[in-house]
């Protein structure tokens, strides 16, 4: 398989590599800001490969010692196997690899979803499906070993020199939100998937997917059907200690938005990880690598932000985006 080079925040340099140009195009374009230069190295053993020495050494750490914290985590000789996803220490590079299954079911299913990509919405369908399992949750895990960090469904914004996390259900409006934020002179750090380990959140810009009709000061890169990518272009900040966390709540028995500090607790933690069957997927990854992490490897960083609750009616997100900006 032939490869892009990107050069991604606090991992530095990575290879992946792709089956098909289709899928090289797609994930390309999530990850635009990152992207270095195409590759003539083929790689037919994995998806992608790392070349931090000190995540390197972290792994191999990891396999002397045995570590496991999840009955799906498996260590032989220089191998970690973790459900679907197999990251293995070989010369100077870490290479991770998804493990298909030889089920007839898994067979059967990757012959109708091949079939069902006859139109550009499901082959786009199908891309993103592949760039989330198989990719970008593999390479959070490696954030979550080395730095602890979890995923959180929603935004990362920069406003007033402070940085702000909106999270929520889908359809309760936090890309509108960032959006109609970001156009306050603030800035989108990330959008939909936000890497946070209680004080700091990771700046990891990935394409953002809004309405087609929906206005934007940052540039459109594609268009599908009633949907656009565009992309936020901010990569300088890197770590940023997070000043605000916002979950947004839909409230259909009132007519002004208000505010209500959350009663905080592991369970509540747990729902705001979890809140998107994606970002649950990719925490289920990501959890057997942050308890190693925080087993005494590195300083604890347990979540200490106050969650506040904003609640918004109907109608009512022009209001609550004023509330926000006078918190700031």
Known sequence: MKGLSFE????GRCILYFPSDSLATFI??????????????????????????????????FIKNNLYYSRSFKVDKSVILLDNIEYKCTGKSLKIKYKHSNSIDHKIK????????????????NNSGIFYARYLFPLLSI??????????????????????????LDGVGKSTMANMLSSEE???LSDNIVLFNGITALNFNLAMRI????????????????FKEVLPDVTT???????????????RNNRIPYLKEASFS????????????EIGQANKLMAPWSYVWASGMRDDKAPQLQICNLFIPENGIQEAKEIIINEC
């Open 28 to 61: 390309s374009r999530q990850l635009k800001n990152y992207v270095i230069e195409t590759t003539d190295v083929f790689c037919d053993d994995c998806e992608m490969e790392i070349f931090n020495s000190e995540i390197f050494e972290l792994l191999k750490k």
């Open 8 to 11: 991604f925040p606090l991992l």
């Open 211 to 226: 309405d087609l009709d929906t206005e934007t000061k940052y540039q459109t890169i594609f268009k599908l059907n009633k």
């Open 237 to 251: 900040f890197g770590e940023v200690v997070v000043d605000s966390f916002y979950n947004l709540i839909r409230d």
């Open 110 to 125: 990757w012959i109708i979803k091949s079939i069902m990509c006859i139109n550009s919405i499901m082959e786009y369908r």
């Open 143 to 168: 954030y979550a070993a080395y730095y602890g960090y979890y995923c959180i469904h929603g935004s990362l914004i920069r406003l007033k020199n402070k940085n702000i996390v909106l999270t929520g």
């Open 266 to 277: 592991p369970t509540s933690w747990a729902l705001y990880l979890n809140t998107a069957p």
């Open 186 to 188: 603030g800035e989108i």
